[in-house]
């Protein structure tokens, strides 16, 4: 794997669907960290950097609609997908409201991610590098 690759950052608790997404962002020549919690995340965020941020929007403990309030409590930027399983009514809203960069419902196609990542990660190439953190590098 190219080590200048982008890191996309994957924030999940189920470990099926984490692990399959991980093998599938892996095979758009991608890197990843894989993180079970928001919590995890956000605690290992000064250690690991990542391009771009994919969290389930329903996970024990934080939800990836609290992942991304902190990451921009945090003022840093990085683009963040919120995925669900549970589309309800107003979740998109809120969570694009609240600065998600997309907004996914599971199951989505192959397409559909490769298409959302690849505008996202060449968009923030286009920018610059950042890490997850907001820190050139």
């Not at 991980?22 to 990843?32: A, D, E, N, Q, V």
């Amino acid at each position: 794997m190219d080590d200048a690759a982008p890191i996309v950052a994957i924030v999940e608790d189920d470990n099926a669907v984490r692990r399959a997404l991980g093998r599938l962002i892996k095979s758009f020549g991608y890197r990843t960290l894989e993180f079970d919690s928001g919590e995890k995340f956000l605690a290992e965020q000064s250690s690991n950097s990542g391009d771009c941020v994919i969290a389930d929007y329903h996970m024990y403990g934080m939800t990836g609609l609290d992942v991304l309030l902190e990451i921009k409590r945090r003022d840093v930027s990085p683009p963040v997908i919120i995925m669900t399983g549970f589309d309800e009514p107003g979740k998109r809203d809120r969570c694009m409201g609240a600065g998600a960069t997309a907004y996914l419902v599971k199951p989505f196609e192959r397409d559909v991610i490769a298409e959302t990542l690849r505008a996202i990660l060449d968009q923030k190439h286009l920018a610059g590098p950042r890490s997850v953190l907001g820190r050139k590098g």
